[in-house]
């Protein structure tokens, strides 16, 4: 079946560095993939998504690497704030209408 | 604009009782879900609907049920609690389903389950 897992439950960063959060993913059939952010007693937030045939897509202060060869998926915060302290979830699909598999999450913290 | 919107924030059920989750949504959107949250884990889809008047199981759909009787509102049934049920609860909703493109799908706040 389908499985989306992260490597670190847990990262520490500096206020001002910038945080790199990974995912992996099982099924190589999958062809959209989504970052979200969910803040303590909230729903998730959707931060940035990016499709199979692109392997970067940037927004604000963020950034997502695709890298379809060893099934990996990465988050890049710049310059990471108080703010972003939250857990983050990667998601993927495979095709068009197909439902979303959540990864475990990942607790940002930002210590100032 | 409230966005999605669930009721109740929080209840305590004993094994065996019955209640109803409400999602509203104001943002005219055909798509929405229901998903639960254990501890440690993500999000994992119960059951959604594709429009009004519509239901699909996803991937954990067993003791639970839904209704889409108005385009704006998805009910999620639990005829008979147990304490396996006893999680966070999302509701969400959507303009177009997952994996098109730029399409962002609104979560609304959880209601925490807690059956004894």
């Known amino acids: 079946g389908e499985s989306v897992g992260l490597h670190l439950p847990t990262l520490s960063v500096q206020e001002g560095d910038n945080s790199i959060i990974n995912c992996a993913y099982s099924?190589?059939?999958?062809?959209?993939f989504i970052w979200y952010k969910q803040e303590s007693g909230k729903g998730p937030q959707f931060i940035i998504d990016?499709?199979?045939?692109?392997d970067k897509r940037q927004g604000q202060r963020v950034t997502v690497l695709l890298n379809k060869t060893v099934k990996h998926l990465s988050l890049q915060i710049a310059a990471t704030q108080p703010g972003d302290s939250a857990v983050y979830f990667c998601a993927q699909s495979r095709r068009a209408g197909n439902m979303l598999t959540f990864g475990g999450g990942t607790r940002l913290m930002v210590k100032p | 604009n409230a966005g999605v919107t669930q009721t109740p924030k929080f209840r305590v059920l004993k094994t065996g009782q019955s209640m109803t989750l409400l999602c509203a949504q104001d943002?005219?959107?055909?798509?929405m879900y229901w998903y639960r949250q254990d501890p440690g884990m993500g999000l994992r889809l119960i059951h959604y609907?594709?429009?009004?008047?519509?239901?699909a199981k996803g991937e954990v759909p067993d003791g639970y049920n839904v209704s889409r009787l108005k385009k704006q509102n998805f009910l999620l049934g639990l005829e008979s609690a147990a304490p396996s049920q006893t999680s966070v609860y999302f509701c969400?909703?959507?303009?177009?389903?997952?994996?098109?493109?730029?399409?962002?799908?609104?979560f609304g706040p959880g209601t925490r389950l807690t059956v004894l």
């Open positions: 969400a909703s959507s303009y177009s389903f997952w994996g098109h493109r730029n399409n962002e799908q609104f």
């Open positions: 099924n190589s059939a999958s062809d959209y």
């Open positions: 943002m005219n959107h055909e798509y």
């Open positions: 990016i499709r199979s045939n692109m």
């Open positions: 609907s594709v429009g009004e008047g519509t239901t």
